[in-house]
């Protein structure tokens, strides 16, 4: 059989390609080099445009709200200066009025369930090393029409080339009951971040995560990180429960493009530079990408 798409990587962008393929009636294979679900390093932040592009994939509110995922109605930005900025989503003119902070493997499980719903061929535990090209794309006996490039932020891969920003964040999972309000963003803006932020993001009941996004002089991150750290523990929080191990990676930022292509192989989300430099998102950018590399797919079958 050959496939419509073969697609490398079940991380947003991998997954949301799949789904619109699957919805336009192509047929793709997905291959992933770990687990669906392995934890990765993430804040969980659900921006209210990346929840309106979910939503044309048939991913909806409900299905992160039965993950223990918060409604987040405002963002709280803290500068040095002691200056505070409020952002209201309830306020914005666009149909969802409101962000979700979910833990980053449960949103990648609902994706991942989805995915199977629309019948996505996936198949875990697939490094793949070595692609061949003919007429199709091959990847050992499977063969493609096209190749969507999906794996993420990994700096040195094939796209380095590309006019863009490297950027890297770390951050922690923890259980713990905290005098901060579960339906805000924090964030906490510092020159120590070289243009990035801190942030807490309320993930599910007693759930936080706790991170640090910086845009230069990454030798200094995990000791802002747990500075940073420290001093919520024992600025915020009030009963500590749990937490998990610290995780970091690259946002890679700066491309304004929806998707690249050369020929009959597409990149999207992160391995595009696809995130923003202005916020680190990139969740948002990884679905945008993913349909609109579906439709051309589809549009040029
Ligand atoms: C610390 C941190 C916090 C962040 N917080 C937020 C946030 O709050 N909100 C937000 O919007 N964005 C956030 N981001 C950015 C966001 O996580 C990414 O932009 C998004 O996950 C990119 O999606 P993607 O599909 O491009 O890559 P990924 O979701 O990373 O998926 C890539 C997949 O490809 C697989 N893969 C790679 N190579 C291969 C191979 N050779 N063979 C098979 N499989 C392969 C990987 O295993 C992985 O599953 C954060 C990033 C970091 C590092």
Not at 35 to 47: D, N
Not at 170 to 179: G, H, K, Q, V, Y
Not at 260 to 283: H, M, P, T
Request: hydrophobic share 35%; charged share 20%; with cysteine.
């Amino acid at each position: 059989m050959v496939y419509d798409a073969i697609i490398i990587g079940t991380g947003v962008s991998g997954l949301s390609c799949a789904i619109k393929l699957k919805e336009l009636g192509k047929s793709c294979l997905v291959l992933e080099k770990g687990s669906l679900t392995t934890a990765k390093a993430c804040g969980g932040g659900i921006t209210n445009k990346a929840l309106s592009l979910l939503a044309l994939l048939d991913i909806n509110t409900s299905d992160f709200l039965d993950h223990d995922a918060k409604i987040v109605t405002k963002t709280k930005q803290f500068f040095s200066d002691g200056s505070i900025k409020v952002y209201d989503y309830t306020k914005q003119s666009t149909a969802i009025k409101y962000a979700i902070g979910i833990k980053r493997q449960s949103f990648d499980s609902v994706l991942v369930k989805r995915a199977m719903k629309a019948g996505v061929e996936i198949i875990r535990d697939y490094h793949v090393e070595s692609i061949f090209y003919d007429s199709f794309v091959h990847v050992d006996d499977f063969a493609g029409k096209t190749l969507v490039y999906a794996t993420g932020g990994v700096w040195g891969n094939q796209q380095d080339n590309l006019n863009s920003t490297k950027t890297l964040g770390m951050s922690i999972n923890i259980e713990a009951e905290m005098n901060l309000t579960d339906n805000v963003f924090y964030f906490y803006i510092d020159d120590a971040y070289y243009g990035g932020y801190a942030w807490v993001f309320p993930n599910g009941t007693n759930r936080w995560n706790i991170g640090v996004w910086q845009k230069g002089d990454f030798r200094s991150l995990k000791e802002n990180f747990e500075q940073f750290y420290a001093n919520t523990l024992s600025n915020k929080v009030t009963r500590f429960i749990s937490k998990e191990s610290p995780k970091s990676g690259y946002i890679c930022c700066g491309n304004a493009e929806e998707y690249l292509k050369k020929d009959n192989v597409y990149y999207v989300g992160e391995c595009a530079r696809f995130a923003s430099d202005q916020n680190g998102e990139g969740i948002y950018q990884a679905v945008l990408s993913g349909i609109k590399a579906a439709t051309d797919i589809c549009n040029n079958s």
